[in-house]
């Protein structure tokens, strides 16, 4: 996949998908489906004939394109860094994994955000991208204070627009404002970024997965740590984040793990390919075994051992097993790190796929 964010390097003409893609979630990846070159010939009319190249070969022509705004436009006008789904590294490895052939990093700042919506669609979709056909979600908004709206892309691309309209999933279970359903009972919850970020503050990992359409995910490299699980005989990687990833509610969670070398496995005789670790995390302040406050992300790997220091370890979370706990002693915490521990294996045998094709 080619990555500009000069927008003299682009290469066009192309067929875009426009957004903030925070997360890749279902409904981001409904938006960006139409424009990749299997879903095109089914979803938008042939070009007209009077086009110096046969409609066929131009439509090939055509390069598949997410366009999207580094920083966050909401990162720019607060001058805050925003905690993000899928930190830039990780939004091009799930784009890539969906075929999208370009992504363009729209710099965000205060020339972009003074451009009316006709300038935009101007300067940058016409005279820099070469927009040929484009995608966008029901309630894209684009331009100077969000003036810019779907009539505006209808009026210059007509039939070459797709509007994708909101899309929701249904689930039993909690509510997301705290409510409780009567059994059996189901609500459609619209697909948002919005509602993945307090579906992982209220520990509602089923539903953000649901989603996102794949397990949250928590990407880093495994640093140095005072050892402390290793005392208590469940040794831990210790994460370090991009800073501005997104945390769930601290708290326990079973999780598998990639990203473990190949033949690091003491007991293995030979050479075999990386394959997922199962194994327990906790996210939190250890406030059992320590006073400092600091907020660490430590993960325990079920039937595995050996050196990780400096790998980069892909985390993703099955399942939310519980809150962050202050214990009476240290035998209380390892009989409770022992019944997580059951928790994760039993993940095995259920429903929830142990898979990275989740």
Known sequence: MIIVS???????????????FDGVHLGH???IEPVLPSSRANLYPKFPLDLQVA??????ALISTVVTFSPHP?????????????????KVEQLKALGVEQLVLLPFDAALAKLTAQEFMQKILIERLNVQKISVGFNFRFGYKRQGSIADLLDVWG????????QTISLEGNHLDGTHPEKNHTTPIRISSSNIRTALAQGELELANSLLGRPYCLTGTVVEGNQLGRQLGFPTA???LHPQKLLPRDGVYAVYVDGIPAGTEPSMQIQTPPQPVLGVMNIGVRPTVSGDRL?????????????????????HLLKFVRPEKKFTSLDELKAQINADCDVALS???????FSTAY
């Not at 192309?14 to 903030?20: F, K, R, V």
């Not at 039939?159 to 909101?166: A, G, I, K, T």
């Open 29 to 31: 990846q409904h938006v």
């Open 238 to 240: 210790n994460l370090q």
């Open 159 to 166: 039939n070459h627009l797709h509007v994708v309209p909101e």
């Open 74 to 90: 909401q990162e720019f006008f607060s001058s805050t860094p925003r905690l993000l789904l899928t930190p830039i590294a990780e």
């Open 347 to 353: 993940i095995r045998n259920s429903k929830i796929p």
């Open 6 to 20: 000069d927008l003299s390097e682009i290469s066009q003409p192309t067929a875009i998908a426009l957004g903030n």
């Open 55 to 60: 409609p066929d070969l131009f439509e090939q």
């Open 295 to 315: 907020r660490t992300i430590e993960v325990h790997l079920l039937n595995w051992s050996g050196d990780l220091y400096g790998c980069d370890l892909t985390v």
